[in-house]
T-cell receptor
Framework: GENVEQHPSTLSVQEGDSAVIKCTYS??????FPWYKQELGKRPQLIID?????GEKKDQRIAVTLNKTAKHFSLHITETQPEDSAVYFC??????????????FGKGTHLIIQP | KAGVTQTPRYLIKTRGQQVTLSCSPI?????VSWYQQTPGQGLQFLFE???????NKGNFPGRFSGRQFSNSRSEMNVSTLELGDSALYLC????????????FGPGTRLTVL
């Protein structure tokens, strides 16, 4: 089955700086890659996603890049703010929406924004 | 539009008991997936239902089961509870299995003593 590795497990950045979180996946058939943000005690919330027919997607301060050949994708957050502090999860699945195979998640990155 | 709801939010059980958790998807969503979240294993896929049928199941023992009703509401059941079943159980809904975005509910925090 699919295996998703996520790095780093903890990331501390100064407010205003950029943060990058990286994930690799093992199943070349995976074609949907969402990123979720989970604040303490709250539900995971989708912040951005990308499909395998696109190399990059951007939404305001958040962007995701995908390299299908290398089987890795990354989350980029620019101009970080205190409210960006949370745990971020990457995920992969064979069909958009998580379909029959479900989403396979990385272990998460605890992003800490230092004031 | 109301989000995904789960009941109960918190549950305490003892080893050997069984438990049933409930999930109501976003109105109009027909696919419901269940995930287990623990500090050690992270988020793991349990199973997914669409049109009252389980389409796939993750790597969990047969003690974990579920079902979906005609109104798309779903329940999951865990029998013969073990200490290791203590976790946050999250359900997520999407319009259909192969469409975009799974929306998560707040989860049910299960503690097994």
């Amino acid at each position: 089955g699919e295996n998703v590795e996520q790095h780093p497990s903890t990331l501390s950045v100064q407010e205003g700086d950029s943060a990058v979180i990286k994930c690799t996946y093992s199943d070349s058939a995976s074609n949907y890659f969402p990123w979720y943000k989970q604040e303490l005690g709250k539900r995971p919330q989708l912040i951005i996603d990308i499909r395998s027919n696109v190399g990059e997607k951007k939404d305001q301060r958040i962007a995701v890049t995908l390299n299908k050949t290398a089987k890795h994708f990354s989350l980029h957050i620019t101009e970080t703010q205190p409210e960006d502090s949370a745990v971020y999860f990457c995920a992969a699945s064979r069909s958009s929406g998580g379909g029959a195979d479900g989403l396979t998640f990385g272990k998460g990155t605890h992003l800490i924004i230092q004031p | 539009k109301a989000g995904v709801t789960q009941t109960p939010r918190y549950l305490i059980k003892t080893r050997g008991q069984q438990v049933t958790l409930s999930c109501s998807p976003i109105s109009g969503h027909r696919s419901v997936s269940w995930y287990q979240q623990t500090p050690g294993q992270g988020l793991q896929f349990l199973f997914e239902y669409f049109s009252e049928t389980q389409r796939n199941k993750g790597n969990f023992p047969g003690r974990f089961s579920g079902r979906q009703f005609s109104n798309s509401r779903s329940e999951m059941n865990v029998s013969t509870l073990e200490l290791g079943d203590s976790a946050l159980y999250l359900c997520a809904s999407s319009l259909e299995p192969n469409t975009d975005t799974q929306y998560f509910g707040p989860g049910t925090r299960l503690t097994v003593l």
